[in-house]
């Protein structure tokens, strides 16, 4: 039997192909999870969050109003330099936050890697299957206020009307409201300064109409 010899060369060769081995299972690793959430969690939870926005009945200008007010807020809060840009985004923010509310729903807030990572794949998930409008219509039926939960509830709670029938000025405050509902209750100073401070009340000067352009 011939004794096995070991070179420099061999050896290297060696320790690279376990090195590539190592590497391929720990990038299926989260490919695997991400799979198994979207088969356990996602998939299931989505003719649910599907419902959630059949109850906005409002026409399209308006929902597109909403929107655009929505997204001009989540720009106007200040950047978190120790993000990368792109997480700074209104969008990756607007999804980051409704992916924490739909993964705490019924459960206590537990501020958990296992909670963070959840929160990734839930906001992963939603930027793949929704486009903004939608996102704006599950941000508007999950957002929470001292109504409970919804936009519609904190239409009828703070103005006696449904969502649909607000101005735009109303709608600025409700949205502003949402991130700190006793700061910014809707009528005090300080939601009329962070209105202005975000070029709410510069949107809300826009003309709306029935033939505007979705981006």
Known sequence: MNARTYTPLSIARALLRWLLRLLLVLLLIPVVA????????????KPGLDAAMAPYQGPAPHLRMLRDIVWADAQGYMRLPSLPSWM???????????ARLI????????????????????????????????????????????????MEAAALHYFNRPLHELECHDLAALVVMVRAPRRFAPGSAASEERIRATGLEAACRQPMTDNAETP
């Open 103 to 150: 993964s705490m729903e019924g459960e206590r807030p537990r501020y958990t890697l296992q909670r963070h990572l959840g929160d990734l794949a839930w906001q992963l998930s939603l930027n793949i299957s929704y486009d903004r409008e939608s996102i704006t219509s599950l941000w508007s039926a999950k957002a929470f206020s001292p109504a409970g939960a919804g």
């Open 88 to 98: 700074n985004e209104p969008d990756v923010r607007l999804t980051g936050y409704l």
């Open 34 to 45: 991400y799979l198994y959430f979207v088969a356990t969690r996602f998939l299931p939870a």
